[in-house]
């Protein structure tokens, strides 16, 4: 346990629950679920039973102080700033070399900033049976007990039970599989042999780093270079030199995949519950608590009036809001910008971000 | 024709059109059409052709400032403010009983401030027929044309045709109904012999005090004691006095149904097109022009975007709308309310905002 260290990664805008989470203001820094902690938050508080203050923080460079304010107790030398989004590749491969760089004997765990998961303990039981899987040379994915027959997520496919002490769940990973159509998702629900790629995943550094350098030689090259600075004088110049040219891709083609098809990847097939926040819908689901009626209310000055009516709203004003005869509706409300659609098209929310930009209206994205 | 002079009561919230129509700025203070103009200023200017400066105004001590922007060439002296809302007998009265003290030969027309009519020449076509009728000592009323079932609106029966010089379209008025349920008001279409109550009515004042006298003395003798001290130093005080304690009623009451059981009443029927914007679908009937996609929008500063959505967007505000996959949406916002409704549940708003005032929102009514 204690060669374990947490990597969370903070990257994404989070789009589709615009206006609500935009390029200032991203979804991991907002309290989605009403518990008092932004997700971001949550995140840290829910791994540092497990990782102490040994937590990196991967984010972009525009989220600095958002960040040291939600984790003030994030070292600044574990906190590692994009000056602009590289994907996934990079910024876990960074996290992994500096890492190495420092001990090669870490085992790495990363998490998203913007997943809501409970309860802890389960959580954490999991993370644990990963990290001393981890340690027999695995990298170890945290997999989510699929619970209808999404064509938004990922599978990893589980093979044969690994005999590990102190990881009973552990299991094999065949092979991970991209987003399904709904046909084929609802066989790999049938067949109980599928969960869903959440994109945590626990692994010694240098285990991580061998498949990078066989996958992306040059990415790996680049990063190392940019790990052998870091904690010197020159971390600042060598990273603006290099971090610009790096090749952009995720770590599921540049390491998980691969690694897989090697035989060198676990899975812990997780217990607790799991959400990714992924929409309004998701948004409604997380917060029961407070109905007016039969819509879900969020925002502390919310002042909501419903005659008929049930969905969501989402209330970052002091405004009040009539809904009359509206089913399903989800309501977003901003100071500058507000969303209105249905639960229904809810995931239609990226698009319409793209559309925004495509027009100029970036003051609002 | 001299002895035309025009009343506008502008008295009402337009309740149905809030948070756009509010106490401190009410619907005819609005430009609901696009043209350029408010309600208020039209409905001036479609009078200003028949009664030149001859135009009374009557509406609360609260709407005095915006009122004059709207109207700056109209005289002190013809500028009737209420302290508080008495219903229509008592704002119509005073307005007869001050008239007939300044020329008891005055024949008043009667219109609200906030109707959407066209073209001007018809409706001044009409209001010189009947101008013509009350001379011959006649309450004429302007029907209009039904063009469709309404169950909103009173209705009148038309008898048959008088013999006026200059008003071939005079009729004699059966009888004044009340909204009807949909089968009766079906009838009503179906027979031809109805036209809608629109409030418009011309009359000689001498003829509209004599019905109020008879019908509700006390609230005459009221009005002629106010009348007494208009133009004069007591006018204030007297006012401030009496005012308060008229009697709440309506004109129809008061006057035009028992008028027209004495025969006394004829109709004209207007053939100009009309609407009393009663709610957001009338908004959205009168503004066809600005469409974004299959959205009609009204306000300068609307910024709104749309993905398979239908309805109205009234913006009064700069910020970013988006809508999408959502059907005959009403969207109304504004700084400090909003609301979202849909065409269909359009005349509910006045529920919800009597739902507001019971729970003490009042600063956004």
Redesign the interface.
Known sequence: MERFYAVIPAGGVGTRL??LSRAAAPKFLHDLTNSGSTLLRATYDRLEPLAHERVLMVTGEAHREAVCRQLPEILESNLVLESEPKDSAAAIGLAAAILYQRDPDIIMGSFAADQVISPDALFQDAVRQAIYTAATGKIVTIGIKPTHASTGFGYIRTGEPLDVPGAPSAHAVVEFVEKPSESVANEYLASGQYNWNAGMFVAPVALMLKHLEQNEPELYAGLMTIAAAWDTPEQASVTAAIWPTLKKTAIDYAVAEPAADAGDVAVIPGTFSWDDVGDFAAIGRLNSASEVDAVTVMGEGA?V?T??ASGIVVSDTK????????ED?V?V?T????????T??AQ??K??VD??KA?G?TD?L
Chains 1, 2 share one sequence.
């Open positions: 615009w206006p002042r009036f005659e008929s405004r009040v809001i009539a809904l009359i005869g509206i509706v309501i409300d100071p500058d910008a507000l969303l209105v659609t249905t229904a098209h239609r929310v698009s319409a559309h925004l027009k209206q609002v």
